[in-house]
């Protein structure tokens, strides 16, 4: 069975960094565009960051420049979100998804598995 799982998540306080790991099963994705979208409560989902398959590129969204930094480790089929200087508006649902290319996408459709999502809540 092919699946991503993510884990690492949890309740910090603000300020506080936070690192997601995505481990991906069943199949190798070196050669997969890795993304990580989150969605907060009462909100769509939305696109975070995301990196190309051989870790050459990322892309981030305005809002976590800086502060969230994207990786991967190929020979372990893992996709990793470093969350540093956390703020409350970063509390959201987060989720690891692998795209059908070698780049990456910032759109929902341009991925075509994700993983069942993780909460990370930033107390203020």
């Known amino acids: 069975q092919v699946r991503l799982v993510e884990s690492g998540g949890g309740l910090v306080q603000t300020g506080a960094s936070l690192k997601l790991s995505c481990v991906a099963s069943g199949r190798t994705f070196s050669r997969n565009a890795m993304g990580w979208f989150r969605q907060a409560p009462g909100k769509e989902r939305e696109f975070v960051i995301a990196v190309s398959y051989s870790g050459a590129s990322t892309y981030a969204i305005d809002s976590v420049l800086g502060r969230f930094f994207i990786s991967r480790d190929n020979a372990e089929n893992a996709v990793y979100l470093q969350m540093n200087s956390l703020k409350p508006e970063d509390t959201a649902v987060y989720y690891c998804?692998?795209?059908?290319?070698?780049?990456?996408?910032?759109?929902?459709?341009?991925?075509?598995?994700w993983g069942q999502g993780i909460q990370v809540t930033v107390s203020s």
């Open positions: 998804a692998s795209a059908p290319t070698e780049g990456w996408g910032i759109e929902e459709d341009d991925y075509d598995l």
